[in-house]
């Protein structure tokens, strides 16, 4: 049976004819039409079992061999990483080693600079002690020289003091005798 529509008749016109039902049974969907539902099971085995010599032969190695490629080259640079870090932590190590090293030379290099330096302030401090000592003891030696002269001179001043008091008072002194009461008074 054909339709009998308008759009039938152009499409029998056109050189094509459009059956009326599905043509297989009824308006049944036709993955689903019981009489070709064995045909359909056997396309699908075969389908699926070309399918799975594709994915195992062709698919499923190349995918091996990319996810080998990338484990390889992950364990690599695991290695790599772990190289690096041991290198880092010996030279880490090492740094500490020198630095350590260079505060310790630092301290005993500053202790002796300053060692060095309280020496040579001692040193200095004991030249100008002994300067200073030297000076004292002459400054001591001139005082006395002075002194000495002064009171040489007391005596001739009090002598010559003692004879104008006298005159003054008596009218006339004796310088001989002025001198030896002089003396005797020092």
């Known amino acids: 049976m054909f339709v009998t529509s308008a759009y039938a008749e152009e499409a029998t016109t056109a050189g094509t004819a459009v059956p009326v039902e599905g043509g297989h049974g009824g308006n049944t969907f036709p993955p689903f039409d019981p009489t070709t539902f064995s045909s359909q099971l056997v396309w699908l085995a075969i389908t699926f079992g070309l399918f799975y010599l594709f994915l195992k032969k062709v698919a499923m190695p190349r995918i091996a061999s990319i996810l080998d490629v990338r484990s390889n080259r992950i ?3 695991l290695d790599q990483a772990a190289k690096l870090k041991g290198e880092a932590d010996t030279a880490v190590a090492a740094y ?3 630095l350590a090293e260079a505060k ?3 301290n005993s290099i500053g202790q002796k ?3 060095e330096a309280k020496a040579e302030a001692d040193a200095a401090r004991k030249d100008v002690e002994a300067g200073l000592e030297k000076k004292l003891v002459e400054a001591e030696a001139r005082i006395a ?5 002064a009171m040489k001179d007391v005596g001739a001043v009090a002598e010559t003091t003692a004879t104008a008091i006298l005159e003054s008072l008596v009218g006339k002194a004796d310088k001989g005798e002025v001198a030896a009461a002089v003396k005797a008074a020092r």
């Open 96 to 98: 500490e080693q020198e």
């Open 75 to 77: 364990a690599q640079d």
């Open 104 to 106: 310790i030379n630092a």
């Open 145 to 149: 020289t002075i002194k000495a002269s």
């Open 113 to 115: 600079a300053r060692d």
